[in-house]
């Protein structure tokens, strides 16, 4: 699977949008993205895929440029619950069933 | 519906011990995997069952470790004898669709965790 760049952390305050930016620049043909939200002593939650231009879902957005070299993850109106730590994922389960992380985005919302 | 259940949620045990994880997936759900995270290290894939068949074991760190789904429905992953480097928090997922049935399927749904000490 393709390896992916995102920042550390981001710090946010409630009622903000926030935007976590994705890299990967060897993304394949088939490759879709995938975004995952951990909270806590939880295991990661699916929040959102694509393979191009938009996706919008009741939890969030996805933003795919044409090159498909990045992706941007997009939160709308932020509140204290959504502090966790979030992974962008790049792969093709056509031929793998295998995730792999990276070290994800850890977004702190503040009041 | 039911998630994916993991138990126990914590388990502490002294090194050369052996401990049995438990993962229910979600009812009828033939993929069912195994993942770790390791202290300071990133999540990281054990296993994948299609019920009851290893589909692949590639990231089974050695042989103290096994896992089993008897019958395709619960699986097992069993460490004997628990090293220190061992200790970190073990995830179980499940899936209904499989490579070739749907691209970008990688909507897997995530049980909560055993939190594993080896002391």
């Known amino acids: 699977l393709a390896k992916t760049t995102q920042p550390i952390s981001m710090d946010s305050y409630e009622g903000q949008e926030v935007n976590i930016t994705c890299s990967h620049n060897n993304i394949a043909t088939n490759d879709y993205i995938t975004w995952y939200q951990q909270f806590p002593s939880q295991g990661p939650r699916f929040i959102i895929q694509g393979y191009k231009t938009k996706v919008t879902n009741e939890v969030a957005s996805l933003f795919i440029p044409a090159d498909r070299k990045s992706s941007t993850l997009s939160l709308p109106r932020v509140s204290l619950s959504d502090t966790a730590v979030y992974y962008c994922?790049?792969?093709?389960?056509?031929?793998?069933?295998?995730?792999?992380f990276g070290t994800g985005t850890r977004l702190q919302v503040f009041p | 519906e039911a998630g994916v259940t993991q138990f126990p949620s914590h388990s502490v045990i002294e090194k050369g011990q052996t401990v049995t994880l438990r993962c229910d997936p979600i009812?009828?759900?033939?993929?069912l995997y195994w993942y770790r995270r390791v202290m300071g290290k990133e999540i990281k894939f054990l296993l994948h069952f299609v019920k009851e068949s290893k589909q692949d074991e590639s990231g089974m760190p050695n042989n103290r470790f096994l896992a089993e789904r008897t019958g395709g429905t619960y699986s097992t992953l069993k460490v004997q004898p628990a090293e220190l480097e061992d200790s970190g928090v073990y995830f179980c997922?499940?899936?209904?669709?499989?490579?070739?049935?749907?691209?970008?399927?990688?909507?897997?749904?995530f049980g909560s965790g055993t939190r594993l000490t080896v002391v």
């Open positions: 009812s009828g759900h033939d993929n």
């Open positions: 994922l790049v792969g093709d389960s056509y031929n793998t069933d295998k995730l792999i």
């Open positions: 997922a499940s899936s209904q669709e499989w490579r070739g049935r749907a691209r970008g399927g990688f909507g897997y749904t």
